[in-house]
Every structure is written in structure tokens, then in C-alpha cells.
């Protein structure tokens, strides 16, 4: 019985949405359970799915909150066009 757990932020795909919606967490989840289907021969009936979605505030990476290290990024970007 193979649980498929998804950490997400919460934030939408699109400037106008604060969350996944559930059209984009349904695809998450007929995903998830395909590829257990189609690698481990996984039924459906028997392969969970979680999808958690986790506040900006409360997400990191490179030793930084996800929000500035996205600003950072891309004021690094900005800068490698500029040159």
C-alpha cells in the first residue's frame, strides 16, 4: 500500500489564485497514482495520495525563506542579461 505524500506552497499557479486548486490537485493525484501503476504495478484501489500545502513563511531553501530566495534569484538572472 504505497502513501504518495505532495508538499506544495500555497500559492496559486496564476497572480489571481492563493492556492493549488482541485482541478490541479486531481491531476497531482491520477498522476501520482499512474506512475506507481505503471513502475510498481501499484492498483489504484491501494496507492494513497497527500498533498500538503505548505505557507511561503514556513518553506526554505539555500539557507534562505522561499520568498527571498526567489528574489535573489532572479535579481541574480537579471543581472547575467544585463551583462
Known amino acids: 500500500m504505497p502513501i504518495v505524500t505532495i508538499q506544495v506552497t500555497r500559492e496559486g499557479t ?4 492563493q492556492s493549488v486548486t482541485a482541478e ?6 491520477k498522476g501520482a497514482s499512474e506512475l506507481l ?7 489504484f484501489e491501494s496507492t494513497f ?5 505548505v505557507d ?6 539555500g539557507g534562505l525563506p522561499a ?9 541574480k538572472k537579471k543581472e547575467a542579461r544585463e551583462e
Open 14 to 17: 496564476t497572480p489571481d489564485r
Open 37 to 43: 501503476r505503471d513502475v510498481l504495478n501499484k492498483p
Open 24 to 29: 490541479e490537485k486531481a491531476a497531482l493525484i
Open 67 to 75: 520568498l527571498e530566495y526567489r528574489r535573489q534569484l532572479a535579481a
Open 56 to 61: 511561503t513563511d514556513n518553506w526554505g531553501w
Open 49 to 53: 495520495v497527500v498533498i500538503e500545502e
